[in-house]
């Protein structure tokens, strides 16, 4: 399994298009997790100007992922994907490291 | 060579010493079981105000932006929107809802004031920062240069100088020359303040309160408060092996403030009456059982007893327990396993009313 991050074609263009949306040209995509949730991690997900000193950078399809190294411990190895359509649920983050999630899906325990 | 392991003393201990305490190891702590008359220090507390050491209990100053934000996410109660002065009880929780502590968090302005149970405030500050990411907070461990007092009793808030405050609110408040951080925390079960002051003042502190006459009470009179006001206490009836709702921990959960470690088995549990046993009390008609001794109901496991006292209000032993949600109401008469025989016991309401 590789120990990075990476990005679907489909989640990379869908970031572009919400970054666009918000007139941002040079960013990144922060990915992220915090605590809460009913299972205790939950996905943070933004659009980022620019990386911080400690960040891991990944670049793949085109677009630049900024992790915090502590959020990274808890993402090695997932992969972002978006789900369109009428029953789509936008933004998935297939996390191998989650043993367990919450019944609507947004939180994890590891 | 064998360690002995050596019990930590607390700033009020030679103050305590020369009122005539007799002290016990207690959580690692070696805190006053009575000063002479246990049962004086106890109506003291519940017809004036008795004085109770509570600085074994942990005190962690919480700053940054974001200190209510996460300490929302990680426990049981809503705790976004208290303003300065305000406070609220809420349980840490594990995400199968189990009780990692009891925590009152009081908004000072400008600081987060939490106060953890004994032995508790470095597993506090472990999981607060286990679940710190990009926020901005920082958690420090304030138990060392500051004392924690407690005033219990009708008379507490008079003594004090103050207007009777609503739970976990706060207010600055003189004694001698000394300031302290009122609380209204009833740590007992009974109207009381918790005070924190600098290690400094507490000694100064604690002979104000004395000489305004409040009665300095030890750890054995506090139990027979604590137990007849049916409040759990830590490494007893709060652990990780019970939940909040089992422990009777509803004022501090609350059930539409969104989602929180542990909250979709909580919510679970109280939604489809799944709660497997509760905290119940229990009078002993005849004898006094050990803690952690079995429980039955027509010669089947029912549960097991956590604390055991003397009841000055009933005059028998009372001990607080876990027992079967079926068994668990008011009448209901229980066998104690106690050695190879049994005593009768019968649950009772709580808190137990003193005699008038």
Same mark, same amino acid.
């Given at each position: ?110 | ?46 017809? +004036?105000? %008795? ?8 005190? /962690?100053?919480? #700053? @940054?932006? $974001?200190? !209510? ?106 004694? +001698?020359? %000394? ?8 740590? /007992?079960?009974? #109207? @009381?303040? $918790?005070? !924190? ?160």
């Amino acid at each position: 399994m590789p120990l990075t991050i990476s990005i679907s074609e489909k989640a990379a263009k869908k970031a572009r298009e919400f970054a666009q949306k918000d007139a941002v040209e040079d960013f990144g995509l922060r990915v992220g997790v915090k605590g809460g949730g009913c299972s205790g991690l939950t996905y943070t997900l933004s659009i980022d100007p620019e990386s911080r000193p400690d960040d891991k950078v990944i670049e793949e399809n085109g677009i630049k992922l900024y992790v915090d190294k502590k959020s990274y411990v808890f993402l090695a190895g997932t992969i972002l994907e978006y789900d369109d359509g009428l029953n789509g649920k936008g933004f998935e983050f297939h996390n191998p490291n989650a043993k367990t999630t919450c019944g609507c899906g947004t939180s994890f325990s590891v | 060579m064998q360690e002995t392991a050596v019990s930590k003393t607390t700033p009020l201990y030679e103050a305590q010493a020369k009122a005539g305490a007799v002290f016990a190891p207690a959580d690692g702590w070696e805190l006053p079981s009575h000063f002479g008359d246990t049962i004086e220090e106890y109506r003291a507390a519940r017809q +004036g105000a %008795a004085l109770v050491d509570r600085s074994a209990y942990g005190r /962690l100053r919480v #700053t @940054g932006a $974001d200190g !209510l934000d996460l300490l929302n996410r990680l426990s049981t109660n809503k705790l976004i929107g208290l303003t300065a002065g305000e406070g609220a009880s809420t349980v840490l929780t594990t995400n199968k809802g189990r009780i990692i502590d009891l925590l009152p968090v009081v908004n000072l302005g400008g600081e987060l004031l939490v106060v953890t149970n004994p032995q508790a405030a470095e597993k506090v500050v472990d999981w607060i920062d286990l679940y710190t990411f990009g926020e901005d907070i920082q958690v420090t461990d304030i138990t060392e240069e500051t004392a924690l007092l407690h005033v219990v009793g009708p008379e507490a808030a008079a003594l004090l100088g103050a207007s009777a405050l609503s739970l976990y609110h706060a207010c600055e408040v003189s004694l +001698g020359d %000394a300031q302290a951080q009122a609380v209204r925390a009833d740590a /007992l079960g009974a #109207t @009381g303040y $918790d005070l !924190l002051v600098a290690r400094g003042q507490a000694e100064e502190v604690w002979n104000a309160l004395v000489h305004l006459g409040a009665v300095p009470m030890g750890e054995d009179a506090a139990e027979m408060l604590r137990v007849e006001q049916g409040a759990p206490r830590y490494g007893r009836e709060l652990s990780e092996e019970f939940n909040p709702l089992e422990a009777g921990l509803l004022p501090s959960i609350s059930f539409d403030k969104g989602c929180y470690i542990g909250q979709e088995v909580v919510v679970r549990l109280n939604t489809y009456n799944k709660v497997q046993k509760r905290l119940v009390g229990i009078a002993v008609k005849d004898g006094s059982p050990l803690p952690e001794q079995r429980l039955e109901v027509d010669e089947k496991d029912a549960g097991f007893l956590t604390s055991v006292v003397y009841s000055p209000a009933l005059e028998r032993a009372l001990a607080l327990g876990y027992v079967r949600t079926r068994h668990a109401s008011s009448g209901q008469e229980v066998c104690i396993r106690s050695g190879d025989g049994l005593l009768q016991g019968v649950i009772v309401d709580l808190p137990v009313e003193p005699r008038a």
